[in-house]
């Protein structure tokens, strides 16, 4: 009976931080769709606009969930929107210009995200050089190449194959709705949400029940203990920032398959899309503390409100920036405010 | 004695970005010995300029340079970067053009002196940078991720302050910040970096900011209980970066008299902090060496003279630039730099012990 | 060669930049036995252990484990391998993971985690130890004692063959350590060989079977603990005879000047927010005073609310009679009080700024801002200071963080020394340093006093406040329980104030 009193009695410090940010962020984020649904009312009601999210943000969960690892092992990666425009070009001009194989131009993405992973984690890892500068210049690499690639923005259009895997649509059944005229539209996720959702679903088991997942947490938390703790942090490292590049090469695919065309100014700005969602979704950039399902649930609120903004009629170009910027902003605040009264919690 | 000499050397803090210097000179005498040669012309209006690709570095390496000032300081205090200043260099200069210009976008004459519409900046940087300040030091987010908000958000601003029109100064005077001054053949921006650093160099000497500003990056907890407030001094350190940012956003409207939201100052935030690192400063924040990072500056800027006399495209520049640091942060490894120590020790050692055998 | 022989290290050599740390060093353990390893800071105590440990890797030298011969050790997970385990003086656990993760993480072959289990027998273990923590709560929730107890209890897991323990006791109150000594006895039934590193020399006694003392990085001798009473052991670590221990006993403040009974420093019903209850305190002109009771007992608490470190809550406050307002460090260095912190690592030095930076850094926060001292001035301050409290370091352009543990304390003995306070705070300067170093601040704080100045003495050790203090004020439970003067001044007084009831 005791027991159960303590257990009960302070929960709020008896919980880990990882599942306390967690937790706060996936009831931020219904308590948004619902007030989105309650006062914008009309398509917040239908599910097809919980699946044009996760269309349109299939990318971005992939890379989010990418750098959330590299965030919890303590690092940070900011090449990935880079990766992703050079995956992306790279992909259309072997599609298009060379009438490659889907076989070929995925390798092609994955073989992209490998070299990158592997040269960052040693530099990271081995080298011990600063993740931000790495990635800093990983990433004006990328955004260099894609430009050396092909100049000029083009779309896929004479590969059939592409095309056809680009069009596949896979209906949800049930969860489909009537539009204006009473016919029934059925509702539809493209390829690149089941990866997405499939990869999420990995991650979170690897992070939760394999060594290599725990040892990305300890790393983050104290790099000097892990160490005395017996854990190859040098390599752990190099995993972290392997995963992550990996991810943003398959991202890039993903999002190539969403957009169909190669450009220079594909996913500007992507990767702070990513930090943000990790951040909203609850991962520290001190490391250490994090979860890939809050990650998953950052990149949604994030999109949610910039669906929000958009129908409440405020769509000028520069309300989405200084939306987002908000919602970063108040979450910050919460971490920051939670994280204080907890250690003062603990303290007493 | 001679080892330890050249330890010494290249131990400095300073001697990494004055190779890179040197090699980026060498490659360029060697391939074009012209580069070096500064002429005195005449420009458009008929006024003494000088020209050449030093003069050019010197005039465009301005900004950075002056962003590297107050990204040292914060980079030390708070052992953390400001990623905003792109973002702010912006807003500082949106705000500038909307007293200049008032609301009306090509107005016959400017709206405010030149000194009140500078003054007007210097209050938004700083405003700016109370923002990230108050972030960082009050609520303890890591300044990336604190900065990150303003850079999100910045160039929307920026557009929004001007309802996203793009307003052009009429008077030619605005012209000379970032040109010329008619009959002075030395760009201006040369004299506004000097100034600045005079600036910079007095306050550190007859102010404690250096000493405090290190003693924070390195022990906040030790500084606080010597009477040191380590919350202010952060703070401190993003207001002075603000006041860096709407200089920089000064020279950079005047330039073109007008502003771009979405182009202005684009990546100089990453350029500002590889001038940092490239100085030897530890992005962890701690001790700093000013002269360093301003000195990174230049040889950044210098690094894209370089490349641009190599007929690369401007949207190419940056993969040349990202292998250049990329080599030279490989070279200044610690890891690297005891591999390479620890390799000519043995090869001394075995070529004694060699001769020792020989004996 | 022996059976029972399962360590044993020849000729151990390490170099770093500038300085010997090992020369030539012998070690050699037994099944079941416990094994101090004494000397003063800069010895080579840490240095050793971490080349056991594989944190560093030895310049010369072979280290046999058992039957192996010849053994190299890495990395710290190598030297785990091979059945070292080590618990270190600092936690090195992950303060975001939950307790059974901190014990089983880094183990084992599995690549797999079994949540289930581990947390089964995580359990079964802390009930084994009797360590109050529960295996899924998270490690940063738990006391530093318990989070200690669970690095040990990681450790007794690894079924381990040699144990190393770096000064595990200096953040343990003394059941905690009782209960560490019980659990060390019982590894050693098993036949575990233990290192055990302290500066306690009572601990010293209480459990371990031989010595062997180190000094300036060479192997002095090994002495079986009969053969070694506790003054022969001290003379043995310095090189020299110690008739100075002896010399300052009951040499207590001698200020006898002017104003002898004025009270310097006065509170009244002082609380801070770092949890102890309101209490009043005074100390007088001349005066050396301490606070007593055991760790967490609140001691360091009082003096850090004392000098504004810890956020006041409430309490009036009185320097020579008159009301003034301590709410920062910054108010308390105007009114010429000086705090010399616990914890030397994070609150006291700045690791990367010279020892001529650190000496100056209070005096100059207290000159202001917008007036830095002139390099030749502040040169002639360390100069001064280094002669005075002989603070070995190669140059005052030194970093602070290169200087051996003992002279770090100086140095920051130094930076308050050059203020001039009236009233100084010395928190456990003693702490982790080396015997030669402790009488020397001994010695200087009863000089200090009887030139007039106002000291509270914060120490662990009983004795050497009984040597110092003309007064203790006696805490238990974050309450000022008793104050004892003159010849109620013994150990057997303090135990039962301490311990509460007659």
């Known amino acids: 009976m005791s027991k159960k009193k303590l257990l009960k009695g302070n929960l709020f410090s008896r919980m880990s931080d990882t599942n306390l940010l967690l937790i706060i962020t996936v009831a931020i984020f219904f308590l948004m769709y619902i007030g989105a649904i309650i006062f914008q009312g009309g398509g917040f009601t239908k599910p097809q606009m919980l699946f044009n999210i996760l269309n349109s943000n299939a990318a971005l969960i992939i890379t989010a969930c990418g750098m959330s690892i590299v965030m919890i092992s303590g690092g940070i990666d900011i090449s990935v929107g880079g990766v992703v425009a050079l ?17 070929g131009s995925l390798l092609i993405a994955i073989a992209i995200g490998l070299a990158y992973g592997i040269v960052q984690g040693v530099l990271v890892a081995y080298l011990d050089i600063q993740p931000f500068i790495v990635s800093l210049a990983g990433m004006f690499f990328a955004r260099g190449m894609t430009t050396i690639i092909n100049t000029k923005p083009f779309n896929v259009e004479n590969n059939q194959a592409f095309l056809d895997l680009k069009g596949t649509r896979i209906t949800v059944p049930g969860m489909g709705s009537y539009n204006r005229k009473g016919i029934y539209v059925p509702a539809y996720i493209e390829i690149g949400v089941v990866v997405a959702l499939v990869l999420v679903i990995i991650l ?29 942090v040098k390599r752990t490292k190099f995993f972290s920032h392997l995963i992550c590049s990996t991810l943003a090469g398959i991202g890039g695919y993903v999002y190539f398959l969403h957009v169909g065309s190669g450009s220079a100014s594909h996913a500007m700005g992507m990767e702070m899309n990513a930090i943000a969602s990790s951040i909203i979704g609850g991962t520290m950039l001190s490391g250490g503390v994090g979860n890939i399902i809050g990650t998953l649930f950052g990149v949604l609120s994030l999109s949610t409100i910039q669906n929000i903004v958009s129908s409440a009629g405020l769509d000028q170009a520069w309300w989405t920036g200084i939306t987002i910027a908000a919602m970063l902003c108040i979450f910050l605040l919460i971490q920051s405010v939670v994280m204080k009264q907890r250690k003062r919690a603990l303290k007493s | 004695m001679g080892k330890s000499m050249i330890k010494k050397i290249t131990g400095h803090q300073m001697f990494i970005p004055i190779m890179a210097l040197l090699l980026l000179a060498v490659v360029n005498l060697i391939v074009d010995p012209g580069f070096f040669k500064v002429t005195l012309g005449t420009n458009n209006s008929g006024d003494p300029v000088l020209s050449g690709s030093l003069i050019t570095i010197l005039d465009y390496g301005s900004e950075l340079a002056i962003l590297a000032i107050g990204m040292t300081l914060v980079t030390a205090a708070s052992g953390g970067q400001d990623i905003s200043v792109g973002a702010t260099i912006a807003i500082a200069g949106s705000a500038m053009l909307r007293v200049l210009c008032g609301t009306n976008t090509r107005p016959e004459t400017i709206q405010a002196p030149i000194i009140v519409a500078f003054l007007v900046a210097c209050v938004v940087g700083m405003l700016c940078g109370a923002f990230n300040g108050a972030l960082v030091s009050i609520f303890k987010i890591q300044p990336m991720i604190a900065t990150l908000i303003l850079f999100t958000a910045g160039r929307s601003i920026a557009a929004w302050i001007n309802n996203n029109e793009l307003p052009i100064v009429p008077d030619p005077k605005f012209k000379y910040f970032g040109g010329f001054i008619p009959g002075i053949p030395i760009p201006t921006t040369v ?57 920089a956003a000064l020279i950079k409207v005047s330039r073109i008299s007008t502003i771009n939201y979405s182009v202005i100052a684009k990546d100089i935030e990453m350029d500002a902090i590889l001038a940092v690192a490239l100085g030897g400063n530890a992005l962890s924040g701690g001790k700093f060496n000013m002269w360093s990072s301003i000195l990174g500056a230049y040889v950044i800027q210098f690094l894209t003279t370089t490349l641009y006399k190599f007929n690369v495209q401007s949207d190419a520049l940056s993969a040349y630039k990202a292998v250049v640091v990329i080599l030279l942060v490989i070279f200044s490894a610690p890891a690297v730099r005891t591999y390479f120590s620890n390799l000519f020790a043995k090869i001394s050692t075995s070529r004694k012990s060699g001769k020792e055998a020989a004996k | 060669m022996d059976n029972n022989r399962i360590l044993e290290m020849r000729g151990i050599n390490k ?35 971490k080349v056991l440990t594989g944190v560093y890797s030895k310049d010369s030298g072979t280290i046999s484990l058992g039957d192996k011969k010849n053994v190299s050790i890495r990395s710290p997970q190598s030297a785990q391998n091979l059945g070292i385990s080590t618990v270190y003086q600092e936690i090195t656990l992950c303060p975001n993971l939950t307790v059974a993760e901190n014990i089983y993480i880094g183990r084992g072959k599995s690549q797999i985690t079994n949540w289930k289990k581990m947390n089964a027998d995580a359990d079964k273990l802390l009930k084994k130890l009797d360590i109050p923590a529960r295996a899924t709560q998270q490690l940063a929730s738990c006391s530093i004692a318990v989070q200690q107890m669970v690095a040990i209890a990681r450790a007794v897991d690894m079924d381990c063959k040699v144990l190393i323990l770096d000064e595990p006791t200096s953040s343990l109150d003394e059941q905690e350590v009782e209960k560490l000594f019980g659990l060390m006895r019982d590894l050693k039934a098993l036949g575990v060989g233990i290192i055990f590193v302290t500066h306690f020399l009572d601990q010293v006694y209480e459990v371990c079977d031989k010595i062997i003392v180190l000094r300036d990085g060479q192997f002095v001798g090994e002495y079986e603990i009969k053969d070694l009473p506790r003054v022969k052991l001290v003379a043995t670590m310095l090189g020299k005879e110690m008739d100075d221990l002896s010399d300052i006993k009951g040499e207590q403040g001698t200020y006898s000047g002017e104003n002898k009974d004025e009270r310097v420093f006065e509170a009244k019903e002082l609380q801070s927010d770092a949890g102890i209850k309101p209490f009043d305190f005074y100390i007088k002109k001349g005066e050396v005073n301490g606070f007593t009771g055991l760790l967490g007992s609140g001691r360091s608490e009082c003096v850090r609310a004392i000098f504004g470190a810890d956020r006041v809550l409430k309490g009036k406050v009185k320097m020579h009679g008159k009301d003034v307002k301590i709410s920062k460090p910054l108010d308390a260095m105007k009114n010429g009080i ?37 390099k030749k001035q502040a040169e002639a301050f360390a100069d001064e200071y280094i002669k005075k409290l002989n603070i070995k370091t190669a140059s005052s352009d030194t970093p602070i963080k290169s200087l051996s543990g003992g002279n770090q304390q100086k140095v920051i003995l130094a930076r308050w020394l050059l203020m001039h306070p009236e009233y100084l705070i010395l928190d456990e300067p003693t702490r ?36 110092t203090c003309s007064r203790l004020i006696v805490m238990r439970d974050r309450k000022v329980v008793g104050e004892l003067t003159g010849d109620d001044l013994t150990q057997n007084k303090i135990m039962s104030t301490i311990a509460g009831g007659e």
Do not use: W
């Open chain 3, 15 to 49: 170099s770093f930049p500038g300085v010997r740390a090992l020369q030539n060093v012998d070690f050699s353990l037994n099944k079941g036995e416990i094994h101090a390893l004494m000397g003063e800071n800069g010895a080579g105590k840490s240095t050793l252990i």
């Open chain 1, 204 to 232: 979170f088991l690897v992070l939760r029940y394999t060594k290599l997942g725990r040892s990305f947490y300890a790393v983050g938390g104290n790099k000097q203990s892990a160490l005395m703790l017996g854990i190859n």
């Open chain 2, 191 to 247: 004299f506004i970096v000097l100034a600045c650093i005079i600036v910079i160099v007095l306050v550190l000497k007859f102010t404690n900011l250096g000493l405090y500003t290190q003693a924070v990056g390195i022990n906040e907890s030790s500084s606080k209980l010597n009477g040191i407030n380590p919350t202010f001094i952060k703070f401190l350190t993003f207001v002075i970066l603000g006041l860096c940012v709407a200089v």
């Open chain 1, 87 to 103: 995956v992306s070009m790279s992909c259309a001009v072997y599609l298009d210009f060379h009438n490659g194989s889907i076989i």
């Open chain 3, 432 to 467: 982790g340093i080396d015997v030669g170093t402790k009488v020397d601040i001994q010695k200087l704080v009863l000089d200090l006093a009887s030139e007039g100045m106002s000291v509270t003495f914060i120490s662990s050790e009983t004795d050497e406040m009984l040597r």
């Open chain 3, 338 to 374: 000086a705090y010399l912190p616990e914890d030397r690592k994070v609150d006291g030095i700045i690791g990367d700024l010279s020892v001529r930076d650190n000496i100056i850094m209070a005096l100059q926060v207290l000159k202001g801002f917008f007036r830095p001292f002139s």
